[in-house]
Protein backbone atom coordinates (compact mmCIF):
# COMPACT_ATOMS: atom_id res chain seq x y z
CA UNK A 1 0.00 0.00 0.00
CA UNK A 2 0.74 3.94 -0.84
CA UNK A 3 0.37 6.61 1.90
CA UNK A 4 0.49 10.14 0.93
CA UNK A 5 1.13 12.97 2.91
CA UNK A 6 0.82 16.43 1.81
CA UNK A 7 2.44 19.40 3.91
CA UNK A 8 2.72 23.24 3.63
CA UNK A 9 -0.51 24.77 3.57
CA UNK A 10 -1.42 27.40 5.35
CA UNK A 11 -2.40 31.21 5.45
CA UNK A 12 -1.44 33.29 2.89
CA UNK A 13 -1.89 36.97 1.71
CA UNK A 14 -3.09 37.32 -2.31
CA UNK A 15 -0.09 38.10 -3.94
CA UNK A 16 1.90 35.68 -1.74
CA UNK A 17 3.55 32.20 -2.32
CA UNK A 18 3.36 28.92 -1.12
CA UNK A 19 5.29 25.40 -1.25
CA UNK A 20 3.20 22.31 -0.83
CA UNK A 21 5.01 18.64 -0.94
CA UNK A 22 3.42 15.20 -0.99
CA UNK A 23 5.75 12.85 0.69
CA UNK A 24 4.83 9.21 -0.75
CA UNK A 25 5.58 5.89 1.84
CA UNK A 26 4.93 2.24 1.06
CA UNK A 27 5.68 -0.48 -1.00
CA UNK A 28 8.57 0.70 -3.67
CA UNK A 29 6.79 3.80 -5.01
CA UNK A 30 7.19 4.11 -9.00
CA UNK A 31 4.24 5.68 -10.26
CA UNK A 32 3.36 6.32 -13.52
CA UNK A 33 2.36 10.41 -12.46
CA UNK A 34 1.24 12.06 -9.66
CA UNK A 35 -0.92 15.08 -9.26
CA UNK A 36 -2.18 17.66 -7.11
CA UNK A 37 -5.94 18.93 -7.10
CA UNK A 38 -8.21 20.59 -5.11
CA UNK A 39 -11.55 21.40 -3.78
CA UNK A 40 -12.83 24.86 -2.21
CA UNK A 41 -15.82 24.65 -0.54
CA UNK A 42 -19.01 24.44 -1.88
CA UNK A 43 -17.61 23.49 -5.46
CA UNK A 44 -16.30 20.03 -6.92
CA UNK A 45 -12.73 18.84 -6.99
CA UNK A 46 -10.73 20.21 -9.73
CA UNK A 47 -7.31 19.48 -11.31
CA UNK A 48 -4.77 21.53 -10.72
CA UNK A 49 -1.58 19.71 -12.32
CA UNK A 50 0.39 16.55 -12.56
CA UNK A 51 3.60 15.11 -13.11
CA UNK A 52 4.72 11.76 -15.20
CA UNK A 53 7.16 10.84 -12.25
CA UNK A 54 9.65 9.19 -14.93
CA UNK A 55 10.20 11.86 -17.57
CA UNK A 56 8.64 14.71 -15.79
CA UNK A 57 6.43 15.74 -18.24
CA UNK A 58 3.84 18.16 -16.37
CA UNK A 59 0.35 19.82 -17.38
CA UNK A 60 -1.37 22.25 -15.47
CA UNK A 61 -5.40 23.68 -15.58
CA UNK A 62 -5.50 26.69 -17.21
CA UNK A 63 -6.66 28.78 -14.00
CA UNK A 64 -3.07 28.34 -12.54
CA UNK A 65 -0.78 27.83 -16.06
CA UNK A 66 1.95 30.56 -15.05
CA UNK A 67 1.90 30.68 -11.51
CA UNK A 68 2.51 26.86 -9.90
CA UNK A 69 4.78 24.71 -10.93
CA UNK A 70 5.02 20.88 -10.38
CA UNK A 71 8.27 19.63 -9.34
CA UNK A 72 9.50 16.10 -7.36
CA UNK A 73 12.47 14.66 -5.88
CA UNK A 74 12.30 10.87 -6.80
CA UNK A 75 15.11 9.89 -4.47
CA UNK A 76 12.94 11.45 -1.35
CA UNK A 77 9.47 10.18 -3.16
CA UNK A 78 8.15 13.37 -3.22
CA UNK A 79 6.13 15.65 -5.16
CA UNK A 80 6.42 19.63 -4.76
CA UNK A 81 3.34 22.23 -6.01
CA UNK A 82 5.09 25.85 -6.20
CA UNK A 83 2.42 28.52 -5.76
CA UNK A 84 3.05 32.01 -6.62
CA UNK A 85 1.33 35.42 -7.41
CA UNK A 86 -2.01 33.55 -4.83
CA UNK A 87 -5.31 35.12 -5.12
CA UNK A 88 -8.40 34.28 -3.06
CA UNK A 89 -9.57 31.92 -5.87
CA UNK A 90 -6.68 29.73 -4.61
CA UNK A 91 -8.16 29.10 -1.52
CA UNK A 92 -9.22 24.92 -1.35
CA UNK A 93 -7.62 21.62 0.58
CA UNK A 94 -5.34 21.18 -1.89
CA UNK A 95 -4.77 17.18 -2.29
CA UNK A 96 -1.91 15.23 -4.23
CA UNK A 97 -2.81 11.36 -5.65
CA UNK A 98 -0.67 8.31 -7.26
CA UNK A 99 -1.89 7.04 -10.76
CA UNK A 100 0.07 3.41 -9.90
CA UNK A 101 0.94 2.55 -13.33
CA UNK A 102 -0.31 2.57 -17.25
CA UNK A 103 -0.50 5.57 -19.61
CA UNK A 104 -3.34 7.54 -19.89
CA UNK A 105 -4.46 10.70 -21.68
CA UNK A 106 -7.01 11.52 -19.22
CA UNK A 107 -4.82 12.50 -16.38
CA UNK A 108 -7.01 15.56 -15.27
CA UNK A 109 -9.41 13.38 -14.04
CA UNK A 110 -9.92 12.18 -10.69
CA UNK A 111 -10.96 8.86 -11.24
CA UNK A 112 -7.35 8.42 -13.50
CA UNK A 113 -5.69 7.93 -9.45
CA UNK A 114 -5.13 5.05 -6.97
CA UNK A 115 -3.81 6.65 -4.20
CA UNK A 116 -4.82 10.17 -2.30
CA UNK A 117 -3.58 12.29 0.61
CA UNK A 118 -5.83 13.70 2.76
CA UNK A 119 -5.24 16.94 1.86
CA UNK A 120 -3.67 19.97 3.09
CA UNK A 121 -5.72 24.13 3.95
CA UNK A 122 -4.51 26.78 1.96
CA UNK A 123 -6.34 29.85 2.50
CA UNK A 124 -5.61 33.13 0.73
CA UNK A 125 -6.53 36.72 2.13
CA UNK A 126 -7.43 39.50 0.43
Do not use: H
Not at 12 to 41: E, H, I, K
Request: hydrophobic share 35%; glycine share 12%; net charge positive.
Amino acid sequence: QVQLVESGGGLVQAGGSLRLSCAASGRTFSPYAMGWFRQAPGKEREFVGRITWSVGNTDYADSVKGRFTISKDNAKNTMYLQMNSLNAEDTAVYTCAARASGFSSRLRSDSRYDYWGQGTQVTVSS
